[in-house]
T-cell receptor, first 109, second 115 residues
């Protein structure tokens, strides 16, 4: 079983839609969680960190459920520019980041 | 401009011919890391370094070497490349602060093909 698992998608949604991605992690010792965004053939870039209480940044909301060991990302009012691959990342009590394989989002007009 | 640079960006080589991919960051970050990204497997860590002269193996270190003689540079060395090392490689750096949630800054990637 992979340490961090994501639905690969693709998720095809129209502009303005709300879309949610889930990610599960297997290591209960994982301490920090992140969502990174990666455009095709480009480097990953941090979208947001995920805090225990949940956090929001504009149209993006991240939630962490430690009991069920999953992280979610909600995107409201999707834009064409949101089309990308979203990587779920967990950091354990070592200094290693474990990346999921990513969920691809395609927003169409 | 704060950035991580990698060179070369694209490289086609042949089996067994030693090569080095350079990585440099100008943010005075302590932590640097190398990843490879393959379809269906995601990003996997090759080696990382928490500071000068300190390096550790990641998940897939076989066939690779690294060094950290200076804080800003973290080259990746393939002594005898093989076709299964054909991949997209990313270098990344971050502050080494266990208190905060650290953002990793990635270089633009090096696409390596080994024939």
């Amino acid at each position: 079983r992979k340490e961090v698992e994501q639905d690969p998608g693709p998720f095809n949604v129209p502009e303005g839609a709300t879309v949610a991605f889930n990610c599960t992690y297997s290591n209960s010792a994982s301490q920090s969680f992140f969502w990174y965004r990666q455009d095709c053939r480009k480097e990953p870039k941090l979208l947001m960190s995920v805090y225990s209480s949940g956090n929001e940044d504009g149209r993006f909301t991240a939630q962490l459920n430690r009991a069920s060991q999953y992280i979610s990302l909600l995107i409201r009012d999707s834009k064409l520019s949101d089309s990308a691959t979203y990587l779920c990342v967990a950091r354990g009590n070592t200094d290693k980041l474990i990346f999921g394989t990513g969920t691809r989002l395609q927003v169409f007009p | 401009e704060a950035q991580v640079t990698q060179n070369p960006r694209y490289l086609i080589t042949v089996t067994g011919k030693k090569l080095t991919v350079t990585c440099s960051q100008n943010m005075n970050h302590e932590y640097m890391s190398w990843y490879r990204q393959d379809p269906g497997l995601g990003l996997r860590q090759i080696y990382y370094s928490m500071n000068v002269e300190v390096t550790d193996k990641g998940d897939v270190p076989e066939g690779y070497k690294v060094s950290r003689k200076e804080k800003r540079n973290f080259p990746l060395i393939l002594e005898s490349p093989s076709p299964n090392q054909t991949s997209l490689y990313f270098c990344a750096s971050s502050r080494q602060d266990r208190v905060t949630y650290n953002e990793q800054f990635f270089g633009p990637g090096t696409r390596l093909t080994v024939l």
